[in-house]
């Protein structure tokens, strides 16, 4: 089965150590200016999709019932919805590879097309790894840029490390939005001031981003949120000064 199914289911600076209010204080992202390069970057790796056989189960057994919001379907949408017409998007994985689609525009049937083309499941978790090829890909197209990185944090199996893709993405001028997905049962590691959602609050300040901690059980969360966070970076800027 796909990796994209299965992101259907399991819902994505050197000198500043971040706190959970530091990043709370954050209010929003700030509406740019530039035509919009969007690059959303999915964790596919085996702690993000460890739920998604209980999906094929459920399925196989009763094909006639959509039993919770697939993100194929649910993420295009919340793009068309939240992006202005200018917008170009592309998508990435990471997992056993990484890899990224094609860039398209803010139309649903070509946002699905691209989505498909990222599918994966399982491996590691190479996020810096991902995260500086995705800021390789977004440094070669003009426009504001970027990334909406959905992930737990588990970071392995990387060559690079958090330094290098925070370089990375300073020098390619690219703001990161965390999404960082957990359970209930997770909550002592969204606590640990050195857990792995650490540089995930790093990346997302030092970039001028935001980050934001969603329980990957209540489904519909994820889109609204991505939604909710490119149509305040689509949404015309009203500074006082311009």
């Known amino acids: 089965m796909t990796g994209t199914a299965r992101l259907g289911f399991v819902a994505l600076a050197f000198a500043v150590t971040l706190t959970p209010k530091a990043v709370a204080q954050q209010v929003g992202p700030r509406p740019l200016d530039r035509p919009l390069q969007v690059l959303l970057l999915a964790d596919r790796s085996a ?7 209980q999906l094929v189960a459920f399925r196989a057994k009763y094909p006639g019932i959509r039993s919770i919001p697939d993100l194929r379907v649910e993420l295009p949408r ?29 139309d649903r049937r070509a946002l699905e097309a691209a989505m498909a083309e990222t599918e994966q499941d399982g491996g590691p978790s190479p996020i810096w790894d991902a995260m500086s090829r995705a800021a390789a890909s977004l440094a070669a197209r003009d426009g504001d840029r970027v990334v909406l990185l959905i992930t737990d944090g588990r970071a392995s199996g990387n060559v690079l490390g958090f330094d290098d893709a ?8 690219v703001r990161v939005y965390v999404f960082d997905m957990h359970s209930a049962s997770d909550r002592r590691i969204l606590d640990d001031a ?49």
Do not use: C, H
Not at 47 to 53: G, I, L, P, Q
Not at 166 to 173: M, V, Y
Not at 230 to 241: G, I, K, M, T, W
């Open 78 to 106: 919340s793009l068309v919805s939240g992006l202005r017409p200018d917008a170009a998007v592309q998508f990435g994985s990471f997992g056993r590879i990484i890899q990224f689609s094609r860039v398209v525009g803010p």
């Open 194 to 242: 050195d857990g792995p959602s650490r540089d995930l609050r790093r990346i997302a300040l030092n970039t001028n981003g935001e980050y934001v901690a969603i329980d990957r059980t209540i489904r519909l969360t994820l889109p609204r949120l991505v939604e909710k966070t490119v149509r305040e970076l689509s949404a015309p800027r009203r500074d006082l000064f311009r």
């Open 47 to 53: 702690s993000m999709s460890f739920d998604y056989e």
């Open 166 to 173: 925070l370089k990375d993405a300073l020098s390619a001028g």
